[in-house]
């Protein structure tokens, strides 16, 4: 009976062994610093870093597990994104980078916030904060008029460019708005005749930069 029992215990003991491994290994998979540092706010956390995850264009890749990338950033940690940015103290302008390539990946509620901030950081030396978000045609509506009115407290060799290409672009949320900015500040209307406008805008910058 010993032999026919001692092949059994042996088995029992291999098949112990295989499940404490298998939860060593699923343990120590899910402590992996990796595991979910691919998170999109992280973009915008990192200082002097270069994340791996951003390319040069702002696109986000993937770090994690392929079955971990379907759950999006909750709404706090977008909102934790956007704090870590005002309260870090490097140069003005890296903040306003890194809030800028935050802002597309916002969701809508947190986009309008990201641009009062970006008004904030923008200045005629750098207006990029406001110009190149207010230009998408992909954000948030109310987001969009905040940057508008910003560009607004711009110069004119800022706005009055920016101001026309969105007038001009049919497919732009804020086209009508754009139109009549244009039509106010330049004392003209002009229509739907983009060449003139052009024409007005570049005298009316010449006649700024002489004063």
Request: charge should be negative; charged fraction near 20%.
């Amino acid at each position: 009976m010993r032999h026919i029992r001692h092949p059994c215990n042996v088995l029992a003991i291999i098949a112990l062994l295989l499940l404490i491994l298998g939860v060593y290994r699923k343990a120590a998979q899910i402590d992996d610093s990796s595991w979910g540092a691919d998170l999109p706010v992280l973009a915008a956390t990192a200082t002097n870093r270069t994340p791996s995850f951003l390319n040069r264009t702002a696109t986000l890749t993937a770090a994690r597990p392929a079955s971990a990338l379907h759950t999006p950033p909750s709404e706090a940690a977008w909102s934790g994104a956007i704090d870590t940015i005002l309260r870090d103290e490097s140069d003005v302008r890296e903040k306003s980078k890194r809030m800028a390539q935050l802002y597309h990946h916002l969701p809508a509620s947190l986009q309008t916030e990201c641009a009062q901030h970006l008004v904030n950081f923008a200045t005629d030396a750098s207006p990029e904060p406001i110009v190149e978000p207010l230009l998408s045609e992909h954000s948030n509506a109310t987001a969009q008029g905040v940057l508008l009115l910003g560009l607004l407290q711009r110069a004119d060799k800022i706005r009055l460019p920016v101001l026309l290409k969105i007038a001009s672009n049919p497919n732009h949320p804020r086209t009508g708005e754009a139109l009549q900015y244009l039509q106010f500040l330049l004392e003209a209307d002009h229509g739907l005749d983009w060449d003139r406008w052009q024409e007005a805008v570049q005298k009316r910058i010449s006649e700024s930069s002489a004063e």
